[in-house]
Nanobody
Framework: QVQLVESGGGLVQPGGSLTLSCVAS????????MGWYRQAPGKQRELVAS???????NYADSVKGRFTISRGNAKNTLYLQMNSLKPEDTAVYYC??????????WGQGTQVTVSS
């Protein structure tokens, strides 16, 4: 089992920045990759960015060049630096962990609202 706790969401103006954090606990030795997903009202949950244990990253086209995913030195912390935020980035952002056995774990979500 892996437990995830996100933080860092909030209200920001268009063009602003936010950094999301996610701390994993429990069986973190089983983690293969970590990522951020988001779900806007009335839409399906979508991948924002992911990073593997080897450091390979993957980004949604809509956030490339604006968002940066990274992991802390202890490898149980995940970050998402979000720059040049747009109103369409408004969503609940979820931290995700995928284990070597391909189990998925989710955080409780953190709201990001981009509005003037």
């Amino acid at each position: 089992q892996v437990q995830l706790v996100e933080s860092g969401g909030g209200l920001v103006q268009p063009g602003g920045s936010l950094t999301l954090s996610c701390v994993a606990s429990g069986s973190i030795f089983t983690i293969y990759s970590m990522g951020w997903y988001r779900q806007a009202p009335g839409k399906q949950r979508e991948l924002v960015a992911s990073i593997t244990n080897g450091g390979s990253t993957n980004y949604a086209d809509s956030v490339k060049g604006r968002f940066t995913i990274s992991r802390g030195n202890a490898k149980n912390t995940l970050y998402l630096q979000m720059n040049s935020l747009k109103p369409e980035d408004t969503a609940v952002y979820y931290c995700n962990v995928r284990t070597l056995a391909l189990h998925n774990y989710w955080g409780q979500g953190t709201q990001v609202t981009v509005s003037s």
